[in-house]
């Protein structure tokens, strides 16, 4: 079993930053990929960014250039979030998969384990 824990979440204004982390307890295959979602109120989830145990890197279009995914250790990614905007409110969710990036963002279905959240709320 694998337990993955997110913190770093919190209010901030527009224009501002966070770090998120998950951290994953239990059996880590080598070969994984961790994906960052967030899912807003009246929203379906959707998925943000994702990075691979090779290192390959995905983001979706609405987070280039604002949303940068790394790995600090084998069972530890981050996700820091800037230039935050109203609309980037939401609870993320870290989850993993055993198996890389195929040069696409994940959707949500190709995830089994999964985080609690952490709430980022974005004020204008």
């Known amino acids: 079993q694998v337990y993955l824990e997110e913190s770093g979440g919190g209010s901030v204004q527009a224009g501002g930053s966070l770090r998120l982390s998950c951290t994953a307890s239990g059996y880590i295959y080598s070969n994984n990929c961790m994906g960052w979602f967030r899912r807003a109120p009246g929203k379906d989830r959707e998925p943000v960014a994702a990075?691979?145990?090779?290192?390959?890197r995905a983001y979706a279009e609405s987070v280039k250039g604002r949303f940068t995914v790394s790995r600090q250790n084998p069972n530890t990614w981050d996700l820091e979030i800037t230039s935050l905007k109203p609309d980037d409110t939401a609870m993320y969710l870290c989850?993993?998969?055993?198996?890389?990036?195929?040069?696409?963002?994940?959707?949500?279905?190709?995830?089994?384990?999964w985080g609690q959240g952490t709430q980022v709320t974005v004020s204008s």
């Open positions: 989850a993993v998969r055993w198996w890389p990036l195929r040069g696409t963002l994940p959707e949500a279905s190709d995830f089994v384990y």
């Open positions: 990075i691979d145990s090779a290192g390959e």
